[in-house]
């Protein structure tokens, strides 16, 4: 493409060609699911574990959040500083998400403080993160997921002692594993058929 | 109506409207993946991209990764409003109002 002047039509053919240009490439966000998903499932079934086994402190098994906390940061810093482009989704998909990463902070500090029933209200925010994510990025398991959890949100406060640990588990693996799996699948597809 | 001939002389121009497009649909785009899309030689899109900053169309950002220079470009309010008159005014132009 070079510095010339243009008629009218080809004007509006360079903004249709540059418009789907933009749109080529979807990217592959499936590892923050699959981190999370695997890791809050992994812990919540292995305190139930401890639970059953009549363990105690075995809320101890949760330190891995802060932690995956950490990992996340680090990884999302080094895609952004080698991402070549930032699409009006992944900026509002970015925002969505950081504002429940701190909605997760508050709520986990004030059930220390406040009593209610924690798991239902990271269960929701599990939900609004995926629902919103798959509506934006127009992918259906997501959305899908995101309603399993508002579901699952409910159901729980009917379910007591440590089996509300394995719906907890249940929720991550409905809203993050399997769209995870699904939207590497379609990202691959995507990729093959480009080719 | 505006004639043709009184388009925006800064986006008329088969390199700058392509920037300009391809900016409007992403939110921030890297040096390569412009050059990329447009295929556009270095120098020109250096010089193109030089044009469009000195009029405030677009920011250009210039950082380091990995010790190798990093480009980040993307699109201003004004740039934004300067598009879609633009836009318009080619679409006056095609079916103009009676």
């Known amino acids: 493409m070079k510095d010339q002047i243009i008629n009218e039509h ?24 699959y981190m999370w998903g695997f890791a809050v499932s992994i812990c919540a079934i292995t305190q139930y574990i ?3 086994m009549l363990f105690t402190r075995t809320q101890y098994v949760w330190l891995l959040m802060p932690f995956m906390a950490i990992v996340h940061v680090w990884i999302a810093i080094k895609r952004e500083k080698t991402a070549l482009r930032k699409t009006h989704h992944d900026f509002a998909i970015q925002s969505v998400w950081m504002a429940l990463g701190i909605a ?3 709520i986990v500090g004030l059930s220390f403080q406040v009593s209610f029933n924690l798991f239902s209200f990271l269960i929701l925010l599990y939900g609004i993160g995926t629902f919103t994510t798959g509506r934006i990025i127009q992918f259906t398991p997501l959305i899908m997921g995101g309603c399993v959890c508002f579901i699952l949100c409910v159901l ?40 | 109506m505006r004639k043709f001939g009184d388009l925006d002389p800064l986006l008329h121009s088969q390199l700058r409207l392509a920037i300009v497009s391809l900016l409007v649909s992403v939110k921030e785009a890297d040096f390569s993946y412009i050059q990329e899309a447009t295929n556009a030689t270095n120098g020109n899109l250096s010089v193109q991209l030089t044009k469009l900053k000195d009029a405030e169309y677009i920011d250009i ?7 190798y ?4 470009c993307k699109i201003t309010k004004k740039g934004l409003k300067a598009f879609e008159r633009y836009v318009d005014d080619i679409r006056n132009y095609l079916s103009p109002k009676k």
Do not use: C, W
């Open chain 2, 69 to 72: 220079p990093k480009t980040t």
């Open chain 2, 61 to 67: 950002k210039k950082s380091f990764e990995n010790n």
């Open chain 1, 10 to 33: 080809e004007s509006l053919a360079i903004i249709q060609q540059m418009i789907d240009k933009s749109k080529e490439r979807i990217v592959d966000n499936s590892l923050y699911f």
């Open chain 1, 156 to 195: 729980i406060n009917f379910i007591d002692g440590p089996e509300q640990l394995l719906i907890l588990a249940l929720s991550v693996i409905a809203a993050y594993i399997i769209p995870a799996y699904l939207l590497q699948q379609d990202f691959k597809k995507h990729i093959s058929t480009a080719k």
């Open chain 1, 50 to 52: 401890l639970l059953k």
């Open chain 1, 104 to 106: 997760f902070f508050i």
